[in-house]
């Protein structure tokens, strides 16, 4: 599960699954990005906010999109993304010591598009937000470890 932004979450909440109908939940959320979409007529590019969404039903695939407010562009959709994330790693997180102060500043989020900007990988993102993936040694240590 993937914590969305707080401005996008109408567009998927209270929604329902194309597939089998079942009401949509924020938890279902599986991938965050960001579209260009191109006005045939004017030729104007805007940007929407892509959630890809898997039914906790039947399992299937869906992509939701969220309309950002009018003239958002494709970073400002990743920076709310990147707030969502941090948000979310933080509440995990219960820091002894560190005042509450759940609120993000301005530098960094600036800092972290600095970072964004230069990652050659979405691993390095990761890892900056200390968000990165272990490997698998734990699952290996267990598996070599059965039940005593
Ligand atoms: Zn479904």
Same mark, same amino acid.
């Given at each position: 599960?993937?914590?969305?932004?707080?401005? /996008?979450?109408?567009?998927?909440?209270?929604?329902?699954?194309?597939? +089998?109908?079942?009401?949509? @939940?924020?938890?279902?959320? @599986?991938?965050?990005?960001?579209?260009?979409?191109?006005?045939?007529? @004017?030729?104007?590019? %805007?940007?929407?906010? @892509?959630?890809?969404?898997? +039914?906790?039903? +039947?399992?299937?695939? %869906?992509?939701?999109?969220?309309?950002?407010?009018?003239? /958002?562009?494709?970073?400002?959709?990743?920076?709310?993304?990147?707030?969502?994330?941090?948000?979310?790693?933080?509440?995990?997180?219960?820091?002894?010591?560190?005042?509450?102060?759940?609120?993000?500043?301005?530098?960094?989020?600036?800092?972290?598009?600095?970072?964004?900007?230069? /990652?050659?990988?979405?691993?390095?993102?990761?890892?900056?937000?200390? /968000?990165?993936?272990?490997?698998?040694?734990?699952?290996?240590?267990?598996?070599?470890?059965?039940?005593?």
């Amino acid at each position: 599960m993937l914590p969305i932004p707080k401005w /996008a979450q109408k567009y998927l909440k209270f929604r329902e699954c194309p597939y +089998c109908e079942q009401p949509t @939940t924020l938890r279902g959320v @599986t991938g965050l990005g960001v579209r260009e979409q191109k006005d045939e007529e @004017t030729g104007t590019v %805007s940007y929407v906010l @892509t959630i890809e969404y898997v +039914c906790c039903a +039947c399992e299937k695939k %869906s992509v939701f999109l969220g309309q950002p407010e009018d003239g /958002a562009n494709h970073l400002d959709i990743v920076e709310s993304i990147l707030e969502a994330l941090i948000r979310n790693e933080s509440s995990q997180k219960s820091l002894p010591g560190k005042g509450n102060s759940s609120k993000i500043s301005k530098k960094e989020v600036d800092d972290l598009l600095k970072v964004l900007n230069n /990652a050659k990988s979405f691993d390095e993102v990761l890892k900056y937000i200390g /968000a990165n993936r272990e490997p698998l040694e734990q699952d290996d240590e267990e598996a070599n470890n059965p039940d005593q």
